[in-house]
């Protein structure tokens, strides 16, 4: 069974979202790690980039695939984890903490607040999948 | 005896070359000087010699060279060893009559800068090849040059874009949104966005079709350049809705790209021009059996509507009277993409497939590469999931599904295929489906082979229910057990150092 914390929202590409003031901190789910498989590499955007929400603003590449990442909130690249390009393996073994990607400045702070809680991500993962 | 399994082939391990080398051994023995000696600094500055004396690099004699190559060529699997079902790719035989052909001297011998009237022969075989292409495709502007698939789509997509700047000026600047359904290869849209397109992506429906709604309600937001498709799709299964397809893209203003990449299912029986696709691209290297898979070159020819012909690549070649002859002088052409004509080996290999076949030949070649795909997902299909019901063309499509609550991926299937001597099929793509296993066998082989394809795949199953980790820890009879792939793609280690033996050993 994937983890699903309860202190983050969800989109329905499995992206998570912790927020802080205006700033969001995105990454994938643990269903999302699992169902890639190895992460091998994480194509970021750049500092300063604007990203639009429901957008690719990346990708991760696993042994399978590469994938697109979506921000599920629009605003400005304030930092990416950096650390990932030595360690993508922290996208599979801890995604909800060290294997956070990027930090988005929000357009809209209020954005987050209609993402999915961990209960209907749950709910969306077993009616979808 | 059995033939259903692999067994090991009694030849010595074998290192690296590097590891065969042994200080002042050479494999040859030069003439002595019979001129003066020339200072090397007057022919090589030393700024750009190598001071180290050339450490590293591996001191052995000829025969050290041919048996460590020998060696490890017979660890290689290739299409003249066996059946190589790898899904998208057609790996079919390459006939060595196509190698006779391609070794005649006029060919290899003529040079790229030849003049025009010395080198007719190959004109005349690149000028009807072309012809020959325009019959399959059903349209008529050909374009040789692109080097292999990738290239073939990004001149077919810069065709569309210099066609749309040219139809609408400076109106095209608001049509950048080139469609690309979910399950297209990752070429497709990586070639639309070099040639400044945005991509939305269409959605596949529960048949494993393109959603036509969703297609008509992305055409209606507008700025449609046009769609990239690929028919049969990468499930396999042929877009029954394509004339319709074309018409909503073409009444949206926008133009109808088609990913050639599995013509190895149309040849001979139907045509993407007459289907309403205004560019596809092939690949001489899958469908038209030249070599491909490492050995390469590829050979990805363009080819268009009249429409679209202004705008091909130059030069291209035309024939007047019945003397041929290279034309530059295009004003409207995307201009140049390849060095010189293109990868002019595939061309001789093609046409001589092409001439061998005849039309009923290449017909009945697809007809049967169809036949032996239908055949495989039928012997299958109560082994193996089939995420679509829809009959598949020339590569059938299986998941792991009724594997995984053992354990067992797709990945230790693919791997445990090995030890039953296959080359695994195409996995993990398309992306659409969990799990794919996309099985392409071609129409190179016969019903024994697939029998015993069947029977593998089938007792892969048994084995996956019955005594899981043995697939799970596949292959065992390779010379070396499963790789950690995620290692060797995080960490990579690209050359051998002279120091990394040492390094290794302290590490163990």
Redesign the interface.
Known sequence: MSQIPENVRYSKDHEWVSVEGDTATIGITDYAQS?L??V??IDFPRVGDKVAAHEAFGSV?S?????EIFTPIAGEVTEVNEGLNDT??SVNSDPYAEGWMVKIKMDNPGEADGLLSAVEYEEFLSANV | MSIKKVTQHPSQNEGLIFERSQTGRVGYRLPRLDVDETPIDEIVPAELRRDDELEGVPEVSEVDVIRHFTRISTWNYSIDLGMYPLGSCTMKYNSRLNEKVARIGGFTGLHPLAPEEESQGALELMYRLQEDLADITGLPGVSLQPAAGAQGEMTGVMLIRAFLDQRDGEASRDRRVMLIPDSAHGTNPASAALAGFTVKTVRSNSKGLTDMDHLRELCDQGGVAGLMLTNPNTVGIFETNIREICDVIHGAGGLVYMDGANMNALVGVARPGDMGVDVIHLNLHKTFSTPHGGGGPGCGPCCCTEELAEFLPVPRIEKAGDRYRLNYDLPNSIGRVKAFFGNFGMMIRALSYIYTHGADGLKEATETAVLNARYVANELKDTFHMPYESDCMHEAIFSHKHQTRKGVHTLDIAKRLIDYGFHPPTIYFPLVVEGAMLIEPTESVGRADLDAFVEAMKDIDREAQEDPQLVIDAPHSTRIGRLDEAAAARKPVLRWQPDMEATAKSAS
């Open positions: 169902s498989g190895d091998v590499y590449e042994v399978k695939a590469v994938s993508p393996e």
